[in-house]
Every structure is written in C-alpha cells, then in structure tokens.
C-alpha cells in the first residue's frame, strides 16, 4: 500500500506565507500527477493546485500567482508553497496522488489533512 503523510499546516496571519509537504511511501511502481486539495468548514473539497511527474502544474484560479506546486521526484514528495495569505484560504487541505501500481494499474491515495489557518 501507500501512504501520504503531510506537514506544515499551522497558524498564519493574513498577507504571510506556509509551505506545506507531503511525502509518499510504500510499495508503488511509479507517482503519477499530485494534487493539493482543500475543504473549509461547510464546504466542499475543492482541487488546489496539481503537477503531473513532468512537473506541468495546474491551478485554482483564486490561488494563481499566490501559491506554488513543486514536486522532488527522488524524494517522492510535494510541496505547497503559499504566499499573501488571505483568510478564505482558511481549510483542511489534503495531498493527493495518483499512483502507479503496476505497468497497467493505478489507484488513487489521499493523505491524512493538515489545518491551515488564515487570522489575525
């Protein structure tokens, strides 16, 4: 199986900065596109940002030019790097991955979440 394990959420004032990572483990052919994900309280889980293994990135448009994904494909990980901070960005995020399990197969992994929060 595989696991993704983040770090890096916390507290941050309006107009700061936090990185968040997340690291894959386990048994796994290959680490395809990852994903970051966030969910606020009431909301639903919304894409962030995502980075294909050739490191093409995607975003939400309300993100775009704040945030930042980057990904160590040696290392198996991938990176969150947020700026300019604003408390809608308040939520839960979470990593995702879809990972090759074989030649032919692949399944799709979630992290455990880690809180993000915008205050003053």
């Known amino acids: 199986q595989v696991q993704l394990v983040e770090s890096g959420g916390g507290l941050v004032q309006p107009g700061g900065s936090l990185t968040l990572s997340c690291a894959a483990s386990g048994s796994f052919f290959s680490i395809n596109t990852m994903g970051w994900y966030r969910q606020a309280p009431g909301k639903q889980r919304e894409l962030v940002a995502t980075?294909?293994?050739?490191?093409?990135?995607n975003y939400l448009d309300s993100v775009k030019g704040r945030f930042t994904v980057s990904r160590d494909n040696a290392k198996n990980m991938v990176f969150l790097q947020m700026i300019s901070m604003k408390p809608e960005d308040t939520a839960v995020y979470y990593c995702n991955a879809i990972v090759g399990l074989s030649e032919r197969s692949t399944r799709d992994y979630w992290g455990q979440g880690t809180q993000v929060t915008v205050s003053s």
């Open positions: 980075i294909t293994r050739g490191s093409r990135t």
